[in-house]
């Protein structure tokens, strides 16, 4: 039972303050074992923020960033599934599946996080899936000003994981759970 | 007729043959008390004839006794190496440790206690008294007697044979639905849960590509919920715990490879043995896990889990944790902080152990009081709440459990006069001890021999001033 923060597109103090003070009361040190983050934090306190929350930290570099040695694009292995992370600004069109499922498959990864877009989407494509966590402090993005405040944690148990999608709608935080099982097949995605 | 047999060795001990004194004369009680008196030794002769006809006796079903005639032929060639054995044994240094050398005789002795436990655990209503006195003298290693015998005394099984089937299985399964609804990951639970409920949307989610469906759950349901109906918050709050009891269990008995190490085998016993400490912690939220649990867990899950019955081993864990509870349930006081001040916690017994010892030895309670200014709160804090499993070795400890266990008057008072026991076995050395010498000594006791020791408490007379009934 791993569970992996997935988070990103704060941008803070440019467009936002902080993160919503409901979820910062929901995360605490101590319960979550990796921390996966899209980008444009943008400052250090942020990075620190999220370090204090989980020492196993994993970013890549948005084009707000101050921080110019993140990477562009990480992978890691988490369990039975293999992880990629990037912050989707390099993938045009901006968000668009076919595109993203194109760096997916360069990444050679199950599951692929990306930001950018601010709007939470999952979707499943070819046996693996695309995650976008959206922004977690709801700050407008370079499309649109209509944006809520989300974010995703993946509870990853052998070959299943549970994606549970926390969303700040209105004030009141709603989570919405997705299940996704990676079959064997998987491994070998056909090109 | 064997059951005299028992009372033997003190018998023995004053009326030994001639002709075995000069051989045994290094066994002699002249040396300091340190020695570990060899109660089998003095009955060569007396003790072999008693086998004899008992080798052609009826009725017995004992597994290791054979046929009668195997029997005779046995007790022949034991008495020849007897003869022998005895030349080698004249030219032998005694040991200091009563356990460590394995001779005929006692061969002889371990096998008769054997056989007559055999009898009486055979029996369809067991006899609890006779039990606890067999017990009282030592239960055997290896098999399934000293397993068996510790879930009588404890109270697990009933005294009627019978009733042990039915009791066993439904112990078993109690504790089984309590793991799962203590235990199992919230991650576990869920998909438990889903897996009844929605099987259908499972399978179309499998296939299709595109968005993936998202499901509405309750505000409980989440890893990160604070809610403290949530099965979640639950979970993380016992972390904590969980945490050291895993390092608490590392550390348990480094030295043996049942317990420690890296193979699947120590593995699966520590995972069982955490299972029972979580168990218990969750289940008893006011003391919860208090270190050194583990050390009072580890005799009696290694007892059950090498039990020969196949079924019994396997089900150790379930045994364990009911004997674990109950033999917790006297001492269950001395744990929880709040009480160490009152008339049923640590410091009311510890002061209990100074009386005893005043009772039985003024002088050397004197000396540690006020001499020495040595404290029980000192030395036998662990011993008592532990209950001595860190002051001996292993095979010493278990010994010693089997008179714990089986003393009429309960666990702890015969744990007093254990501890009261230690203090005058080493009385010499105490008494010319200040104290830091005497802190040292009692802290790190010292080996000596475990019959003896076991004598001498149950040689020491009742503190009457604090008599209370116990059970």
């Known amino acids: ?191 | 007729m064997l059951k005299g047999k028992l009372k033997l060795p003190d018998k023995a001990r004053r009326v030994f043959p001639d002709r075995l004194g000069s051989l045994v004369a290094g066994f002699n009680d002249d040396k300091d008390e340190e020695i570990g008196g060899y109660d089998s030794v003095f009955e060569c002769g007396e003790e072999l004839e008693i086998i004899h006809s008992n080798g052609f006796g009826s009725g017995r079903a004992s597994d290791d006794v054979g046929g009668g005639d195997d029997d005779c032929d046995k007790v022949e060639e034991k008495k020849k190496m007897v003869d022998s054995g005895l030349e080698k044994w004249a030219r032998q240094k005694p040991e200091k440790d009563g356990v460590g050398l394995v001779s005929v005789k006692e061969i002889l002795a371990a096998d008769e206690k054997r056989s007559d436990l055999e009898y009486e655990l055979s029996q369809k209503e067991i006899n609890l008294e006779k039990l606890q006195r067999i017990a009282s003298t030592g239960l055997p290693n290896g098999g399934g007697l000293r397993a068996t015998a510790w879930k009588l005394l404890l109270g697990y099984l009933p005294p009627s044979r019978d009733l042990w089937e039915k009791e066993l299985i439904e112990n078993r399964q109690k504790y089984a639905k309590l793991k799962e609804e203590l235990l199992l990951s919230p991650t576990e639970l869920t998909k438990i849960k889903t897996k009844v409920s929605k099987s259908d949307d499972q399978g179309a989610d499998g296939d299709i590509d595109g968005p993936l469906r998202r499901h509405e759950i309750s505000q409980d349901d989440h890893p990160l919920s604070l809610g403290k109906a949530s099965l979640w918050h639950e979970y993380f709050q016992h972390t904590e715990i969980a945490e050291q009891i895993d390092r608490d269990l590392q550390r348990t008995h480094p030295d043996m490879k049942f317990f420690s190490g890296d193979s699947s085998f120590s593995r699966k016993h520590r995972e069982a043995m955490r299972n029972v400490l979580l168990l218990f912690a969750k289940l008893n939220p006011a003391i919860c896990y208090v270190q050194g649990m583990n050390e009072v867990l580890a005799p009696i899950y290694y007892v059950f889990s090498t039990d020969t019955d196949e079924q019994n081993a396997a089900n150790a864990e379930a045994d364990s944790f009911a004997c674990f509870v109950r033999l917790l349930s006297d001492s269950v006081d001395h744990f929880c902080q709040q009480l160490d001040n009152s008339s049923v916690g640590i410091l009311a017994t510890l002061s209990r152990l100074a009386e005893l010892l005043k009772a039985n030895d003024e002088e050397l309670w004197r000396h540690l009081e006020f001499t020495s200014k040595v404290e029980p709160q000192f030395y036998a804090f662990r011993w008592i709440t532990l209950l001595l499993t860190q002051e001996f070795n292993f095979q010493s400890i278990m010994r010693i459990w089997d008179s714990l266990l089986s003393n009429p008057f309960g666990v702890q008072d015969m744990l007093l006069r254990v501890c009261c026991a230690m203090l005058l076995c080493i009385k010499s050395r105490l008494l010319n001890g200040d104290f830091v010498a005497n802190l040292k000594l009692l802290q790190h006791y010292p080996d000596i021999g475990i019959e003896h020791l076991l004598q001498v408490a149950r040689d020491l007379s009742p503190d009457t001033s604090s008599y209370r009934l116990s059970l």
């Not at chain 1, 803070?12 to 979820?23: E, M, Q, S, T």
């Not at chain 1, 250090?44 to 110019?68: A, Q, S």
């Not at chain 1, 549970?162 to 079959?183: A, S």
Request: net charge negative.
């Open chain 1, 1 to 191: 039972m791993v569970l992996v923060l997935a988070l990103g597109d704060l941008h803070i103090p440019h467009r936002a303050a902080d993160l919503p003070a409901k979820f910062k009361s929901m995360l605490v040190p101590g319960k979550i074992q990796h921390i996966i983050c899209t980008g444009n934090l943008s400052i250090k306190e942020v990075h620190d923020y999220l370090r204090i929350l989980c020492p196993d930290l994993h970013i890549t570099r948005g084009e707000y960033d101050e921080e110019i040695r993140y990477p562009e694009t990480k992978t890691l292995t988490i369990g039975q599934f293999k992880l990629g992370v990037c912050h989707g600004h390099q993938v045009i069109p901006w968000g668009d599946l076919d595109s993203l499922t194109m760096l997916q498959r360069q990444l050679d990864v199950d599951i692929l996080v990306t930001g950018h877009t601010h709007q939470f989407t999952a979707y499943k494509h070819e046996g693996g899936v695309v995650i976008n966590p959206g922004s977690a402090t709801g700050a407008y993005s370079s499309i649109t000003y209509d944006v809520n405040p989300s974010f995703v944690l993946m509870d990853i148990d052998g070959l299943r994981v549970v994606v549970y999608v926390y969303e700040l709608i209105d004030g009141d935080v709603k989570v919405d759970k997705i299940d996704f099982k990676k079959t064997a097949a998987t491994t070998h995605s056909a090109h």
